[in-house]
C-alpha cells in the first residue's frame, strides 16, 4: 500500500477561498484507485503547515494512475499551483 500525503499552507493572497480550494481537492476523490482520502487540519503550533491532504493506494501502479489522471493534473496546475504557498509531500510504503 502507498500513503500519499502532501501538508501545506495557502497563499495569504490566495485566488480561491478556503472553502473553494478544498471543494476541488474533494473531487480528486472520484480518481479511481485512491482510497481513504482526508483533509485534515493542523493542530499543533510544532508544524507550519495548516492543512493536510492524505491518501491511500493499494499499489504503486494505482499511485501512478492517480498521479498522471488528468484531473489530478489540472488540480495540480489551475488549483494548487495558483493557491499554495508552501508544501511538503510524503510518499511511503508500509515495511511491518
Known amino acids: 500500500m502507498i500513503n500519499h500525503g502532501v501538508v501545506f499552507t495557502l497563499k495569504s493572497d490566495s485566488v ?6 478544498l471543494t476541488e481537492a474533494l473531487k480528486l476523490k472520484k480518481i479511481d484507485g485512491l482510497m481513504d ?4 487540519r493542523e493542530t499543533s503550533p510544532k508544524n507550519k503547515f495548516e492543512f493536510g491532504l492524505f491518501m ?3 499499489n504503486p501502479k494505482t499511485y501512478q494512475y492517480y498521479n498522471n489522471h488528468p ?4 488540480f495540480v496546475q489551475n488549483i494548487w499551483i495558483p493557491n499554495v ?3 511538503m ?3 511511503y510504503e508500509k515495511i511491518l
Not at 480561491?16 to 480550494?21: K, W, Y
Not at 482520502?37 to 485534515?40: A, D, E, H, K, L
Open 16 to 21: 480561491l477561498s478556503l472553502e473553494a480550494f
Open 56 to 58: 491511500k493506494f493499494k
Open 37 to 40: 482520502f482526508q483533509i485534515v
Open 85 to 87: 504557498e508552501d508544501f
Open 89 to 91: 509531500e510524503i510518499d
Open 71 to 74: 484531473d489530478h493534473v489540472s
